[in-house]
């Protein structure tokens, strides 16, 4: 019998918090941590990766009959490795995302703050416009 794993739980949410993050990115329209330039791909992405790891956790080998019923992994550990999941994904989102538009070097429009910032630039230029307009006061 197959006995899911911390790691399988892991990638599991990983995957679809990934998805998850594009998803609410895509629909609120910041573009600073979309992965591709066109939304119609990041709402395939979303999909993609919230399915698909959804279908690969609880489908794969029928894993949701005959092992999630008998084994699986308690409470306090699924807590713990879907907050190191979650955060994990908002990480790589923040970052993959930054280094995909890095080629995109030019002055951020406004004088946007917090999230609100992400609607215009990468995660890394609205901190570095951040520390720069500190500097400046």
């Known amino acids: 019998m197959d006995k899911v794993t911390s790691f399988q ?6 995957i679809a918090s990934v998805g998850v993050l594009q998803l609410i990115a895509a629909g609120t329209g910041l573009k600073g941590i979309l992965f591709f330039k066109r939304k ?19 489908q794969w080998h029928n894993r949701i ?16 490795y879907f907050c190191m ?22 002055q951020p429009k406004g004088n946007r703050q917090g999230l609100d910032a992400l609607k215009e630039m990468s995660y890394f230029v609205a901190v570095k416009h951040s520390f720069r307009s500190k500097g400046d006061k």
């Open 40 to 58: 119609a791909l990041d709402y395939l992405f979303s999909f993609l990766a919230i399915g698909g790891s959804f279908y690969w956790f609880f």
């Open 65 to 80: 009959d005959t092992v999630m019923r008998q084994t699986g992994l308690e409470g306090a550990q699924q807590f713990l």
């Open 9 to 14: 739980y892991f990638i599991f949410v990983f």
């Open 85 to 106: 999941a979650t955060f994990a994904a908002l990480v790589f989102t923040l970052i993959g995302s930054s280094l995909l538009k890095v080629r995109g070097k030019g």
